[in-house]
């Protein structure tokens, strides 16, 4: 135990500093939900217990979800009052869930849907995705995922491959005849 303080110590008095530990990621046992019901709108936010406890995250998605849900509530009173009474009850809707998984004890991978109806044909649906570092408390870019992220490199080569592969396959498990060299998406 006295060695192990005098490394300490000693590396201190260096001027070397320690790498930070990280604890296993805690949540909490309920998730953050945000709701709001008025007559013909309903609303939530659903930040799931991994994304809950981890409050720069949380602090950084929060406000922007809140400001998108009072956007729809604006704009599905907006479209109700030019349709009249034939809007329906309950018929506009905005709902945003967030979840995440650990990777290690560093890292949470993050999923956003964001679903909402403000009025028009179809609802919208929207999804987020990136990796939480929880070291350095920030949203990781791509290049910061890649050993090597130059523009035309190898590894944005096979990354961009392999989205292409999975993308073929499953445009093929909808379609068996569907032919990849007639895609102009592709």
Excluded: N
């Excluded at 490394?7 to 909490?28: D, F, H, I, K, Y």
């Excluded at 956003?112 to 408390?137: K, P, Q, S």
């Excluded at 961009?160 to 999975?166: L, P, Q, S």
């Amino acid at each position: 135990m006295a060695g192990g303080v005098a490394v300490l110590v000693l590396a201190a008095g260096c001027g070397e500093s320690r790498v930070p530990t990280l604890e296993p990621p805690s949540a909490p046992a309920e998730p953050l939900v945000i709701g709001v019901d008025t007559p013909g709108f309903t609303g939530e936010i659903r930040l799931e217990p991994s994304v809950a406890s981890t409050t720069v995250l949380r602090d950084a998605l929060e406000p922007e979800l809140r400001a998108q849900m009072v956007e729809a509530t604006v704009a599905a009173r907006a479209d109700a009052e030019a349709r009249g009474p034939d809007a329906g009850p309950g018929a506009y809707f905005y709902r945003s869930t967030w979840d995440g998984t650990a990777v290690g004890t560093r890292y949470l991978s993050v999923v956003g849907e964001t679903a909402t109806f403000t009025g028009g044909a179809l609802a919208l649906l929207a999804i987020d995705a990136f990796v939480w570092d929880r070291m350095t408390e920030r949203r990781l870019e791509l290049q910061d995922l890649l050993a090597d992220p130059t523009p035309g490199g190898e590894a944005l080569q096979e990354l961009a491959m392999a989205v292409r592969e999975a993308l073929v396959a499953a445009k093929r498990a909808k379609a068996p005849d569907y032919d990849p060299a007639s895609d102009g998406f592709l």
